[in-house]
């Protein structure tokens, strides 16, 4: 089976502007999870996404959503950007949400807010 | 509120040495644990999870981690380390019923030759 997937995988934005992650999980996988990755805060739950509903969240501002299509692909946007947002960020898919399917994680999607 | 973690930054030994990374958690309830593995520029590579059972679990690559309950510690274990095996690692516990993860802060393994 092909792994999860994420586009692109760099992306330099500018400080005010939007942008939005791509991520495609594995087949069969109906979960999808965001994390955001920071030297700083480390790794960091962003949301879950389950049968196109958003089932779990973190402790993100507003500026940070996301969506699952009916094929359980998912996107993530972020608005307004700023340059605390620069990160890696990765999206994880499981066969469904909770225990005891373990998530597996695409290569990420490297950020750059300038 | 769950926890998780991993109070050596960094682990150093010498290649075919055992190695150990270790991890401690909270939880409410029963812990489901998993161990990761992130290699430069690239996401996180499942190991192995503890969610039942023997408290003994094999995972990948030659990996793997004893759970013991009465110290709340989850640590990863490898007889025979390789200079492959040079990496952060991660541990994390999953939130009850949902597909949240909550990770340790990453143990960085350096394996000498």
């Known amino acids: 089976k092909a792994g999860v997937t994420q586009t692109p995988r760099y992306l330099i934005k500018t400080r005010g502007q939007q942008v939005t992650l791509s991520c495609s999980p594995i087949?069969?996988?109906?979960?999808v999870s965001w994390y955001q990755q920071t030297p700083g805060q480390g790794l960091q739950f962003l949301f879950e996404?389950?049968?196109?509903?958003?089932?779990n969240k973190g402790n993100f501002p507003g500026r940070f959503s996301g969506r699952q299509f009916s094929n359980s692909r998912s996107e993530m946007n972020v608005s307004t950007l700023e340059l605390g947002d620069s990160a890696l960020y990765l999206c994880?898919?499981?066969?469904?949400?909770?225990?005891?399917?373990?998530?597996?994680f695409g290569p990420g999607t490297r950020l750059t807010v300038t | 509120a769950q926890s998780v973690a991993q109070p050596e930054d960094q682990v150093n030994v010498a290649e075919g040495n055992p190695l150990t990374v270790k991890c401690t958690y909270s939880?409410?309830?029963?812990?489901?644990l998993f161990w990761y593995v992130q290699y430069p520029n690239r996401g996180l590579q499942f190991l192995l999870k503890?969610?039942?059972?023997?408290?003994l679990v094999k995972g990948s690559y030659g990996f793997e981690a004893e759970f013991n309950k009465s110290q709340t510690s989850f640590h990863l274990k490898k007889p025979s380390a390789l200079v492959s095996d040079s990496a952060l690692y991660f541990c994390?516990?999953?939130?009850?019923?949902?597909?949240?993860?909550?990770f340790g802060q990453g143990t960085t393994l350096q394996v000498k030759p």
């Open positions: 994390a516990v999953r939130v009850s019923n949902t597909g949240k993860l909550i």
């Open positions: 503890y969610i039942t059972g023997d408290n």
């Open positions: 939880v409410s309830g029963n812990p489901y």
């Open positions: 087949s069969g996988h109906r979960s």
């Open positions: 994880a898919s499981s066969y469904t949400t909770g225990n005891p399917y373990e998530q597996y």
């Open positions: 996404y389950f049968s196109e509903t958003q089932r």
